[in-house]
């Protein structure tokens, strides 16, 4: 079960239990690797989801603006 996510490269990584599970950019395949691989209870972020534009989005905000259109897909 995803149980943590950072921003990468423009995407979202996400980890099972801290082993790296996938990398996706699109909310449709976020949501589909959240829908594969099952939601923890608590889901943690890294700070580079508060801190984006470091990692590849224009805004600091874009990574968690796609993890929300992906949630909402889930």
Do not use: P
Not at 20 to 45: P, Q, R
């Amino acid at each position: 079960m995803i149980d943590f996510i950072s921003a990468d490269k423009g995407g979202i990584k996400m980890y099972d239990d801290g082993v790296f599970s996938a990398w996706a950019n699109t909310a449709e395949d976020i949501a589909h690797c959240l829908t594969s691989c099952g939601i923890a209870d608590v889901m943690y972020g890294g700070s580079s989801m508060d801190f984006a534009s470091e990692e590849g989005f224009d805004t600091d905000d874009g990574a968690n603006l796609l993890l929300k259109r992906a949630l909402e897909l889930v």
